[in-house]
């Protein structure tokens, strides 16, 4: 039996309905999706809240065209990394037994004393994981069963959601018809769909750079250890064009910050805005537009760096910094521009279907993903052949 799932997810610049059907034969085939502009958000909150309800249900009626008359009435929601905070606690549990090993019982200990942990934060839990194990002085672990000591050490991490946004949106949606099913971190989506187990075991960071906001995520093992938002993007680059240059918002971001390259583009290239409405047809050399978009870009990854200072999460020399975000993945050289800021190697994450893998929508690819993570968990048994899937169900996804 087919089973229909519907993600909402709120970018910077569009809200993205994303409908997928999962069954015993196909665990994800995207079926429908609807997107809708919007004024966005920064930290603060809404940039125009007047028209958000309008614009939700946009993209859902764009959604639904697709659906074969199907309606939606259920939503799972993403909160975007602007709404929420992680925390970090670590917690140790002592082995009992003649011949004392890590059981699920005992990862089940430490992780209720990282949830008493958590008891006088504000907010709302919405994800919760593991970052690592280790028993006594060994190696670090994502999968404890069965190691051997007196301690078992554990670092969970927990997503916790701004209450306001919360039930604000949750109440937008009800009066709107719909019904909620839950909450999710999109961050926690995106991080653990695009950032292989690999990369997660020896620590990397995923850099989104969005249209009006740059969200830096610190991943370790099934966990994000660290979060923090900056309120600049891609969108103020174009911004930034427009003003600079006297040209609209649309030409700036259109004729001149999408085609633009970083570093190797032609040195006498100009670019053309078109007359229109009477207006006359401009052009701008390569140099007036490079001395508008890279002081722009510059801040965006000094921003970055201040916050992968703040995070006191140590990259090692194995450790990727991995891209993705509409504000600069598309630019041909932006990558390497940014490494070249950074002093790192950044790579772009892996393409993950063949229909929708534009990084301007990972985020909702992420988050449809950990819903459809959730709900496989809610209705599979625990067993102890199936080590990985009894942590998933512990922790959330």
Not at 11 to 38: P, Q, W
Not at 85 to 96: C, G, H, I, N, Q
Not at 98 to 104: A, E, G, I, M, N
Request: aromatic share 8%; proline share 3%.
């Amino acid at each position: 039996m087919k089973t229909m799932i519907t993600a909402l997810d709120f970018g910077t610049s569009k809200i993205v309905t994303l409908v997928a059907e999962n069954s015993g034969s196909t665990r994800c085939d995207i079926v429908g999706t609807g997107i809708a502009a919007y004024d966005g958000f920064l930290q603060d909150g809404w940039n125009n809240p007047g028209e958000l309800n309008q614009q939700i249900q946009a993209s859902i009626a764009d959604a639904e065209k697709q659906l074969r008359h199907k309606k939606i009435s259920h939503l799972n929601v993403g909160v975007p990394a602007a709404f929420t905070k992680v925390y970090t606690t670590e917690v140790t549990a002592k082995l009992s037994g003649t011949d004392p090993r890590v059981t699920p019982d005992d990862v089940k200990s430490v992780f209720r004393q990282a949830e008493e942990n958590m008891k006088d934060v504000m907010g709302i839990i919405i994800h919760s994981s593991p970052a690592w194990f280790y028993v006594d002085q060994g190696k670090k672990a994502i999968e404890p069963v069965g190691l051997k000591g007196e301690e078992l050490h554990a670092a969970i991490s927990f997503v916790v959601a701004d209450k306001y946004f919360v039930d604000e949106v949750n109440q937008r949606l009800q009066n709107m018809g719909y019904t909620v099913d839950g909450f999710y971190s999109t961050a926690a989506g995106e991080a653990m769909l695009f950032l292989s187990e690999e990369e997660r075991d020896r620590k990397c960071a995923l850099i989104d750079i969005g249209y009006l906001s740059t969200d830096v995520m610190i991943v370790e093992g099934d966990a994000i250890i660290y979060l923090g938002t900056v309120d600049i993007g891609g969108g103020n680059i174009s911004a930034d064009l427009a003003m600079g240059l006297d040209i609209s918002l649309k030409d700036a971001e259109e004729k001149i910050k999408r085609p633009y390259i970083f570093g190797t583009d032609i040195a006498d290239r100009v670019y053309e805005i078109p007359g229109n409405d009477g207006q006359k047809a401009k052009s701008f050399t390569r140099d007036q537009v490079n001395e508008i978009i890279l002081p722009r870009v510059d801040e965006i990854a000094d921003e970055i760096q201040k916050k992968l200072d703040e995070s006191g999460a140590r990259l090692g020399n194995w450790s990727n910094i991995f891209l993705t975000g509409g504000g600069l993945s598309f630019n041909r050289g932006g990558r390497d521009y940014l490494a070249s800021k950074l002093k790192r190697t950044v790579k772009e994450v892996p393409k993950r279907t063949m229909t929708f893998n534009s990084a301007a929508y990972s985020s909702t690819l992420g988050l449809m993903d950990l819903i459809i993570d959730t709900v496989e968990q809610n209705h599979a048994q625990v067993s102890g052949s199936k080590v990985k899937e009894f942590f998933r169900n512990l922790f959330g996804g």
